[in-house]
């Protein structure tokens, strides 16, 4: 006799069979333990709480880098005006100092 594969309807028993046997187990199982359920939902609740906890430190952590990039960007921009500022007191000085020695020049060929 040759090997012959399960058709439609024997994997369609086994299947059901497969369910009832699941489904005897779910009811021969104890019912569960209200100790045991209150420890689960406290240690849910322990885990929320720590959850926003972290959540909370996280927002902090950025808004504080945030203040820290605004203030980086503010000190960055008035070392820039400092400089624009010193460079054009500079040339002022340069051009004070060109337009003397010019008059003075003046000065000496007359």
């Known amino acids: 006799m040759a090997f012959k594969l399960p ?3 024997d994997r369609a028993k086994a299947a059901a069979e497969a369910r009832k046997a699941k489904l005897d187990k779910f009811k021969a199982a104890p019912p569960p333990d209200e100790e045991a359920l209150a ?3 406290r ?3 322990k885990r929320a709480e ?3 906890q972290r959540k909370l430190e996280r927002a902090e952590r950025a808004r504080l880098a945030e203040e820290a990039r605004i203030a ?3 000190e960055a921009l008035e070392r820039s005006k400092q400089a624009k500022l010193e460079a054009i007191a500079r040339e002022a000085a340069q051009k004070a100092a060109r337009d003397a020695r010019y008059a003075a ?3 000496k060929v007359r």
């Open 7 to 9: 058709d439609f309807n």
């Open 39 to 41: 420890a689960r939902a």
């Open 43 to 45: 240690a849910a609740q």
């Open 50 to 52: 720590r959850e926003e």
């Open 72 to 74: 980086k960007e503010a």
């Open 105 to 107: 020049r003046k000065s």
